[in-house]
């Protein structure tokens, strides 16, 4: 029997892992990791923009609204990354508390300001230790402090541009997998990734932890 997760996000990362590891059952194979990603940003790739200006993703189940197709594409992309998590023995919360340490790693404001700077920072502050927060705060709070950081435009051609951008993610993470061995780089690019999902909720209203728990509750394994 696998624990049920908050259904309303107050669940911890370190939670989160735990029941993902329980749902999978093993380890996934790095050949698994790497054909989930490639499909994913094939999925990713493919979003576009319809006559009713809401967006979709070619391929998925057509019996749901465009809407919940993309945010179910959402949740996917953690579930992904929660794998590669696995694979290389990491937690999230501590490497996301690390490379968004409350604020933007570039400007250090809680609220990035780099779009109005004249050059933009080029160092990035990522944190040697995660801070004592890192452990406490839940699932919905991360995905609440990403968005206070980088709000963003609640408008369609933002939206497709942010999708888009997280395909570029993923290929990065892709080419870092080719490098397991600089173990830095590749946790940089998987935050980089699955902090876009829960930002492309938030464009939608939504903050996307909740359905993250309604994948595994709903699963079939419990």
């Not at 380890?27 to 790497?34: C, F």
């Not at 923009?49 to 391929?59: D, E, N, Q, T, V």
């Not at 953690?78 to 990491?90: M, N, R, S, W």
């Amino acid at each position: 029997m696998i624990t049920l997760l908050d259904s309303n996000g107050a669940f911890t990362f370190e939670e989160l892992q735990s029941v993902h590891q329980s749902f999978r059952g093993k380890t996934p194979s790095d050949k698994e990791v790497r054909r989930s990603l490639y499909a994913l940003r094939t999925s990713i790739k493919r979003v576009r923009l319809p006559k009713a200006k809401s967006l979709s993703i070619a391929g998925k189940k057509r019996l749901l609204q465009p809407t919940a197709v993309v945010l179910e594409g959402m949740v996917d992309v953690v579930v992904a990354i929660l794998d590669v998590a696995l694979f290389f023995g990491f937690r999230i919360d501590h490497e996301l508390a690390r490379h968004f340490p409350d604020m933007c790693g570039y400007c250090k404001q809680p609220t990035c300001i780099c779009a109005t700077l004249v050059e933009k920072p080029k160092d990035r502050l990522i944190l040697e230790n995660p801070p004592d927060w890192a452990t406490t705060k839940t699932v919905r709070d991360f995905a609440s402090m990403l968005w206070r950081i980088y709000p963003k435009p609640k408008t369609e051609v933002g939206r497709l541009k942010m999708t888009l951008h997280l395909a570029e993610e993923i290929l990065e993470l892709l080419e870092a997998l080719e490098q397991p061995s600089n173990r830095g780089e590749l946790i940089l690019e998987a935050m980089d990734v699955i902090e876009k999902p829960f930002d492309i909720g938030y464009t939608f209203g939504t903050n996307i932890a909740p359905l993250v728990a309604l994948r595994y509750n709903n699963s079939k394994h419990h």
